[in-house]
């Protein structure tokens, strides 16, 4: 006796993301763990043909700045602007860790767009504080 295909719950990624844009990745993970190993094919197929994942990892980046700025007071897009227009800015090297070590796990294609062209120095006067300075340029140290 044949079985007919049971119809998804989503018809693609892009369906999936419309209903799940809003939630965390925990939400979202736990909805895709849930659907059946079909479904989450499927998903995965949708989602590598239609290019969603840098769309997905964007997303995830940007609710990362958004409670990093919530934590520490910070705009790193603003941050980056100013550093990349010459201007040197201040930050508590903590922030800078905790930045660096989350965005580690991402591919640098991914995260140009927030730390690229940027490069941190400790502060020689306060070690707390890490300098940002637009790449090219090089830091004088006293001797």
């Not at 800015?89 to 591919?107: K, N």
Request: overall charge neutral.
């Amino acid at each position: 006796m044949p079985t007919e295909k049971a119809n998804s719950l989503f018809s693609d990624f892009s369906e999936f993301y419309h209903f799940t844009r809003d939630m965390s990745s925990d939400q979202r993970q736990l909805i895709y763990s849930s659907l059946p190993r079909r479904e989450q094919n499927e998903l995965d197929q949708s989602c590598l043909m239609g290019g969603w994942s840098d769309v997905y990892i964007r997303d995830q980046l940007n609710r990362f700045l958004e409670q990093f700025e919530i934590k520490y007071g910070l705009d790193m897009l603003y941050l980056r602007v100013r550093v990349l227009s010459g201007k040197s800015v201040y930050m508590p090297t903590e922030a800078w860790r905790y930045l660096a070590e989350y965005l580690s796990e991402y591919s640098p294609r991914h995260t140009t767009y927030i730390t690229g062209g940027i490069e941190p120095h400790v502060c020689d006067v306060n070690k707390e504080v890490v300098l940002l300075l637009k790449k090219t340029e090089k830091v004088s140290r006293k001797r």
